[in-house]
């Protein structure tokens, strides 16, 4: 597509459930990023794909929190047994390193846990 | 590894004035540099880059930065701004190789005033 999409765009979920989240990069984009950002904070970075690499899975908060990447493309961020504290703004981005450094953004899912 | 301190994290200013949003890397290796927007509700897009070459770059929305290695500084500009540039504002830092994240400072929160 011409931009990275993000969906739901909104998800509102109970406590203890779980919920994913789904990216679908810029076609060709070989780079992933997943970033979380709460109410009034900056961005806090999750995990990134890059090609066929391990993942740089660093930056999940917890045992609780996963993602996978299939096929080069489409990924998907899991939360399991969500907490209120998983309540924020989950961005995804994607780039070309190859073409240009730049990462490109989607418009994030907001998750609510209740 | 990298890191990026935003030194500011709000900035009131009045319509037309002129505007300095702050940014301080650290990092043993060269690095690319950039600035992103985040609008009210919406994700996050390039302002500008810094790659190599020119240490002054512009960018859109009439904004400019000027990277200094010296001071490892990446401080953001624009000469008079409007009620429109009310937003956040992201400073972000990667390895000029390949496979390495972005890392993202805190933001800024840009708040033009009438």
Known sequence: GAGVSQSPSNKVTEKG?????????????????WYRQSLGQG????????GNSAPDKSGLPSDRFSAERTGGSVSTLTIQRTQQEDSAVYLCASSSPQLSPEAFFGQGTRLTVV | AQSV???DSQVPVFEEAPVELRCNYSSSVSVYLFWYVQYPNQGLQLLLKYLSGSTLVKGING???EFNKSQ???HLRKPSVHISDTAEYFCAVKRNTGGFKTIFG?????????
């Not at chain 1, 459930?17 to 990023?33: F, N, Q």
């Not at chain 1, 961005?43 to 890059?50: D, K, N, P, S, V």
């Not at chain 2, 805190?106 to 009438?114: D, E, H, M, Q």
């Open chain 2, 106 to 114: 805190a933001g800024t929160r840009l708040f033009v005033k009438a």
């Open chain 1, 17 to 33: 459930k779980d919920v994913e989240l789904r990216c679908d990069p810029i076609s060709g984009h070989t780079a992933l990023y």
């Open chain 2, 72 to 74: 490892t500084s990446f």
């Open chain 1, 43 to 50: 961005l806090e970075f999750l995990i990134y794909f890059q």
């Open chain 2, 63 to 65: 904004f400019e930065a």
């Open chain 2, 5 to 7: 301190t935003q030194l």
